[in-house]
């Protein structure tokens, strides 16, 4: 695997994807990248550790002992490297996961976010969710359907709820709320007069299509507004097939949405800020590619 990667420059951590990549067959449709690799370019730390760690074979996961490599898929910990050989990224705002209870736990790719954006991203597994009732003008939930709405458009819907909610109430708020809501009002009031996006945190749903249906239909998401990544297409090794290409592994998901979020809420040119959220990813995908090239099945 070492003599295909190119070695990272002196003083410089990171280094643009390998040629292998190019020749990868998922494309992007954005907009911006209407023929672009989405895997191409990218600013990547070093995949030395993993070069390591996959030579030295599978490992002992040090808190449930399962065989692993890379990383334990169970715990969320790396296994055979250290925290301080991978990168971490510091993201804009909290990511939170909600995975199917019957998710295969090695297939799915919202331990990447984990373990490089450890501060930033709760997992949880259904029916485990967080209560956001009362946070819902300032948090959204990832899902494509007829309802969604892109993320240029996500700012300004999520400005009207406070008003919307404030507009169809009848009844007094609840006592033990009042203080709460009347403090999130007016902190939403401030941000609006500044013209801030007021989104502080994103949901993803961390299961096969065919599971989704009982996670999404649950009334404590019911409330959230639905955004959709619409224009992206997944480089997955695992996509389920009769389901169409815009539908993204969870760390895919997240990346996209960061980029596009970066870009058009934040209004700031994108320089790879959330780029190591793909470093597990984008290294998998080669090695995945490489074999089945080498079984010539690709």
């Known amino acids: 695997?070492?003599?295909?990667?190119?070695?990272?420059?002196?003083?410089?951590?990171?280094?643009?994807?390998?040629?292998?990549?190019?020749?990868?067959?998922?494309?992007?449709?954005?907009?911006?990248?209407?023929?672009?690799?989405?895997?191409?370019?990218?600013?990547?730390?070093?995949?030395a550790p993993l070069e390591r760690a996959q030579s030295a074979g599978r490992l002992k996961c040090p808190k449930c002992a399962g065989s692993r490599m890379f990383y334990c898929y169970t715990c969320f910990s790396l296994v055979g490297i250290s925290q301080q050989e991978?990168?971490?990224?510091?993201?804009?705002?909290?990511?939170?996961?909600?995975?199917?209870?019957?998710?295969?736990?090695?297939?799915?790719?919202?331990?990447?976010?984990?373990?490089?954006?450890?501060?930033?991203?709760?997992?949880?597994?259904?029916?485990c969710i967080p209560e956001y009732e009362s946070e819902r003008h300032e948090v959204v939930l990832v899902f494509p359907g007829s309802q969604s709405v892109t993320v240029e458009e996500m700012s300004k819907q999520l400005?009207?709820?406070?008003?919307?909610?404030?507009?169809?109430?009848?009844?007094?708020?609840?006592?033990?709320?009042?203080k709460r809501?009347?403090?999130?009002?007016?902190?939403?009031c401030t941000k609006n007069q500044q013209g801030v996006c007021p989104l502080q945190r994103v949901v993803f749903i961390d299961s096969t299509w065919n599971q989704t249906n009982k996670i999404i239909t649950d009334e404590r998401l019911q409330a959230l507004l639905q955004v959709e990544l619409k224009t992206r297409k997944t480089c997955f090794w695992r996509h389920q097939r009769g389901s169409p290409d815009t539908y993204?592994?969870?760390?895919?998901?997240?990346?996209?949405f960061l980029k596009d979020f970066h870009m058009q809420c934040l209004s700031e040119e994108y320089q790879g800020e959330y780029d190591n959220l793909l470093y597990f990813f984008v290294y998998l995908h080669k090695?995945?590619?490489?074999?089945?090239?080498?079984a010539g099945k690709l």
């Open 1 to 47: 695997m070492s003599a295909d990667l190119p070695a990272p420059k002196k003083g410089d951590p990171c280094f643009v994807c390998t040629e292998s990549l190019q020749r990868s067959s998922c494309n992007s449709s954005s907009k911006d990248e209407p023929k672009a690799e989405p895997l191409l370019g990218l600013k990547l730390a070093s995949h």
């Open 86 to 127: 991978i990168p971490t990224v510091k993201l804009p705002i909290k990511i939170d996961i909600i995975k199917h209870p019957n998710e295969t736990d090695g297939k799915s790719t919202a331990v990447h976010a984990k373990l490089i954006a450890p501060d930033d991203v709760t997992v949880y597994t259904y029916p």
């Open 159 to 178: 400005l009207e709820i406070p008003k919307k909610s404030s507009d169809d109430s009848t009844d007094a708020p609840c006592p033990k709320r009042l």
């Open 181 to 188: 809501e009347v403090k999130s009002l007016e902190e939403q």
């Open 248 to 256: 993204l592994a969870t760390i895919e998901a997240i990346y996209y």
């Open 287 to 294: 090695l995945i590619n490489n074999a089945k090239k080498a």
